[in-house]
């Protein structure tokens, strides 16, 4: 496979153009209202999630690019504590923040400068193309979550198919 083929499919793979649904798609018009409405038998609610979708993107992207970058602790560090509330304002900067990274880490993959098999620094048996993956899994994985818990809290939009 050409480098440029897997530019463009790791691309794909991060957008969700390659999932059942974008992240845009699933937080599309979540009532706001609701954020931090808690799932039953669950300590999630929509926001936690959603600034956990973030949290996890922001520290691979971190772990990519700064080699004396330190992760936060597990799991706690990647997570809003447990009964955490946020306000509108929390909400969309959680949305912008994953954004911004989301428009980070797809940079790095469009930069043909960028070796996406080599080691990293820091990281002998890390590659920028692991980490992607990982990145795109991750999303993936609780991104099918939040749809679920949008079924479950009966919120999606009305004209949602």
Do not use: C
Not at 6 to 30: H, K
Not at 111 to 135: G, K, N, Q, W, Y
Request: proline share 9%; glycine share 4%; hydrophobic share 40%.
């Amino acid at each position: 496979m050409e480098d440029t083929e897997l530019r463009t499919q790791l691309l794909a793979l991060l957008s969700g153009e390659m999932s059942r649904s974008s992240f845009d798609e699933v937080l599309e018009e979540f009532p706001l209202d609701r954020i931090n409405e808690p799932v039953p038998h669950s300590e999630y609610t929509p926001w936690r999630l959603l600034d956990h979708i973030r949290i996890g993107q922001r520290d691979i992207l971190e772990y990519v690019r700064d080699a004396n970058y330190v992760s936060p602790p597990w799991p706690q560090g990647y997570w809003p504590p447990a009964g955490g509330q946020a306000d509108i304002d929390q909400w969309q900067k959680s949305l912008d923040g994953f954004r911004v990274d989301l428009a980070a880490l797809e940079a790095l993959v469009r930069d043909p400068s960028v070796d996406l098999f080599a080691p990293l620094p820091h990281a002998p048996t890390a590659t920028l193309l692991r980490e992607i993956i990982l990145t795109a899994g991750h999303t993936a994985f609780h991104l099918g979550e939040f749809a679920a818990i949008r079924e479950m809290l009966q919120s999606w939009p009305p004209d949602h198919e």
